[in-house]
């Protein structure tokens, strides 16, 4: 970061807390990141995921969150009824939940309750971690060639117009450009639609977000009286 010559400012750094057993262990896993990376802040830390004791590890992101040397807290591989769960019992909002995304797995419940939150939904592994079926895919390889684009790009311009942040993973320089080239076309409603039809994963109604709020908001009122 130093030796690219940019304003820190103009960098987004995202660091991750781990499974945690104890707040106390928290607060010194987050304050050891931050002290390896030596910078004088970081935009954005996570709970990677909804393991240990997931309320210890979030009061510690919310200590470290009124220092300022963290800007901004959220959560990773949490689904909507977990989001709603985690926002109940604590002081501060995700602002963002990064979780598993592809137009084989697309989250619709999981990205409609995030963005009814004002919670940003955010892609990891958006291009399907390699799954070699994505890029023969018959719609996606259509929608392709109708835009002159390769099939990534237009995945990952389909989750961005749904409002979902994208960040594919490559090590070729190459692909990051190609990967950043998707704000110079755009999908039409009825092409986003033949995308949407391309979900394989059910969904997940076991935890829903609703229903979750209004219950356990309904026993925090009562255990507070």
């Given at each position: 970061?130093?030796?690219?010559?940019?304003?820190?400012?103009?960098?987004?750094?995202?660091?991750?807390?781990?499974?945690?057993?104890?707040?106390?262990?928290?607060?010194?896993?987050?304050?050891?990141?931050?002290?390896?990376?030596?910078?004088?802040?970081v935009d954005?830390?996570?709970?990677?995921?909804?393991?240990?004791?997931?309320?210890?590890?979030?009061?510690?992101?919310?200590?470290?969150?009124?220092?300022?040397?963290?800007?901004?807290?959220?959560?990773?591989?949490?689904?909507?009824?977990?989001?709603?769960?985690?926002?109940?019992?604590?002081?501060?909002?995700?602002?963002?939940?990064?979780?598993?995304?592809?137009?084989?797995?697309?989250?619709?419940?999981?990205?409609?309750?995030?963005?009814?939150?004002?919670?940003?939904?955010?892609?990891?592994?958006?291009?399907?971690?390699?799954?070699?079926?994505l890029y023969?895919?018959?719609?996606?390889?259509?929608?392709?060639?109708?835009?002159?684009?390769?099939?990534?790009?237009?995945?990952?311009?389909?989750?961005?117009?749904?409002?979902v942040v994208?960040?594919?993973?490559?090590?070729?320089?190459?692909?990051?450009?190609?990967?950043?080239?998707?704000?110079?076309?755009?999908?039409?409603?009825?092409?986003?639609?033949?995308?949407?039809?391309?979900?394989?994963?059910?969904?997940?109604?076991?935890?829903?977000?609703?229903?979750?709020?209004?219950?356990?908001?309904?026993?925090?009122?009562?255990?507070?009286?």
């Amino acid at each position: 970061m130093r030796q690219s010559g940019l304003a820190r400012e103009d960098v987004f750094v995202t660091s991750k807390l781990s499974s945690i057993i104890n707040e106390g262990q928290a607060v010194q896993a987050i304050e050891g990141s931050l002290d390896k990376l030596d910078i004088d802040y970081v935009d954005l830390f996570l709970l990677h995921a909804p393991w240990g004791d997931s309320y210890a590890a979030w009061r510690a992101l919310e200590r470290v969150l009124e220092t300022g040397r963290v800007k901004a807290i959220g959560v990773s591989n949490f689904n909507a009824g977990a989001v709603a769960d985690l926002t109940v019992f604590n002081r501060v909002t995700p602002v963002l939940d990064q979780i598993e995304i592809d137009p084989f797995n697309q989250k619709k419940t999981d990205v409609a309750y995030l963005r009814s939150q004002g919670i940003v939904p955010e892609a990891w592994g958006p291009l399907g971690q390699g799954r070699a079926d994505l890029y023969t895919n018959p719609v996606l390889k259509g929608l392709a060639d109708q835009h002159q684009k390769t099939v990534a790009q237009v995945v990952l311009r389909w989750n961005i117009q749904r409002g979902v942040v994208v960040i594919p993973k490559t090590t070729h320089r190459e692909r990051m450009a190609e990967n950043l080239a998707v704000f110079d076309f755009t999908l039409t409603k009825e092409e986003m639609a033949a995308i949407s039809q391309l979900d394989e994963a059910p969904a997940d109604f076991i935890y829903d977000p609703d229903y979750i709020q209004q219950t356990v908001a309904g026993f925090v009122k009562n255990w507070s009286k």
